[in-house]
C-alpha cells in the first residue's frame, strides 16, 4: 500500500520520530517528497529529498496528517493549528480531549510505538477520537503496520496501561541483559563473552517467542517441568520478586503515564 498524502513529523529529526520517518519511507508508504520534518537545531543529515524545518505549523500548513513526535514537556508550549486535520500523537499522557482542544481538530489519535520502530518491530497500540473516519483509521494502521505490529484499542486507559508494558517494552530485555552481564562479569567472565553470550540469549528468546504459538507462561512451565537448571534459575528469580518487581514497575509507568498528561 502507498498513500499519496503528505505527512508531516513534528519531531522528525529525534530518534522515534526519524525512526517512524525510516520505516514509511523504506516500505514505499509514503514518498520522501510528500514528507516534511521539523527539527530543532540542527538538521539532520537523513532524509534529503525531503522538506526540512523548524518552523512546526510551517509543517503543519503543508501535510495532510501530522505526527507529533515529542516529549510531552515540549508540547504543552507548542501552538499549532491543525485546521481539521488528522493529528497522531506519539507522545505519553497526552489525552485525547487536550490534542484535539489545542490542535482544533477532531481527527485525533493516541498512538505508542517503541523504540523497536527502527528496525520495524515495535508494537503500537492506538485510539482514535469519535471524529475520525475509516480513511483516518487506514492511515493510522498503514503508518504503523511498516513500523511492526498494531491493535485499536478500545480505551484510553488501554493507552496509559500499555504505555510502560510496550511503549517502554524494548528497555526490559535491555535491563535483564545489563543484570545478566554484571553477575557474569563478578563471576570472572571477560566482559566480551558475557555480552556476546547475553545478547545471544535475549535475541534468541525474542525470536523463538516469536515463532512460537504458545503462550509465554506455557513456555514458562515447559522449562520448569523440565525440574533441571533452568527451572532452579526460575524459581530463584522468582523467590527473590521478578514477578512482583515487574507489576511494580509497570505500575509506576502507568502512574508516570497518567501524571504526563496532567502536566499544565
Known sequence: MSVSLRIGIVGGGGWLGGAIAGTIVDSGLVDPRN???????????RFPDSFWTTDSQELADCSDVILLSIRPDDWHPLALDAS?????SVMAGIR?????????????????????????KSYTPWIGANDITRDDRDVVRAIFKTCGSEDEVARESDIDYLTGLSGSGP??????????????????????????????????AGRLLERRNECPEDIVQTFLDYRGTTAAAIEG??????????GE??????????GMGAVS
Open 237 to 246: 528469580m522468582r523467590a527473590a520478586g521478578f514477578d512482583a518487581a515487574v
Open 35 to 45: 514528507l516534511c520534518l521539523s527539527y530543532r537545531s540542527r538538521q539532520p543529515d
Open 96 to 120: 485525547l480531549g487536550a490534542l484535539a482542544e489545542r490542535h482544533k481538530t477532531g481527527r485525533v489519535v493516541r498512538a505508542l510505538p517503541n523504540a523497536a520502530a527502527e528496525v520495524g
Open 171 to 204: 528497555a526490559f530485555p535491555a535491563l535483564l541483559a545489563a543484570a545478566m552481564m554484571r553477575d557474569a562479569v563478578i563471576r570472572g567472565l571477560p566482559a566480551e563473552v558475557a555480552r556476546r553470550a547475553v545478547k545471544a540469549v535475549i535475541s534468541g
Open 249 to 258: 514497575g509497570l505500575s509506576a509507568a502507568f502512574k508516570k503515564s497518567v
Open 84 to 88: 481539521d486535520k488528522l493529528v497522531i
